[in-house]
């Protein structure tokens, strides 16, 4: 049985930090593609970061330069660090991991608040 399990956020300041953890059993994060989505209220959800079998990392054109996705494959987690947060980042973090070549299995979801 596959679960991801998302951890790390919470209510920051805009201009802060927080890093996201999604720690993975029944599924390897180090030959699946992991990748991070979020919700925002009343928004659909929408692509944030990705990070490939072969550590290549993709990006929403929104948090380049500011949120970076790394994985420890020792520890089967994925981290997402989220800098220079702003107002607009607040959502709902999901963790997901691809099958097929597409997002299959889902985290149950982190909560991110920045404040203004």
């Known amino acids: 049985q596959v679960q991801l399990v998302e951890s790390g956020g919470g209510l920051v300041q805009a201009g802060g930090s927080l890093r996201l953890s999604c720690a993975a059993s029944g599924i390897s994060a180090s030959i699946n593609t992991m990748g991070w989505y979020r919700q925002a209220s009343g928004k659909q959800r929408e692509f944030v970061a990705r990070?490939?079998?072969?550590?290549?990392?993709n990006y929403a054109d929104s948090v380049k330069g500011r949120f970076t996705i790394s994985r420890d494959n020792a520890k089967n987690t994925v981290y997402l660090q989220m800098n220079s947060l702003k107002p607009e980042d607040t959502a709902v973090y999901y963790c997901c991991a691809n099958l097929l070549a597409r997002p299959y299995y889902w985290g149950q979801g982190t909560q991110v608040t920045v404040s203004s």
């Open positions: 990070i490939t079998s072969g550590s290549m990392t």
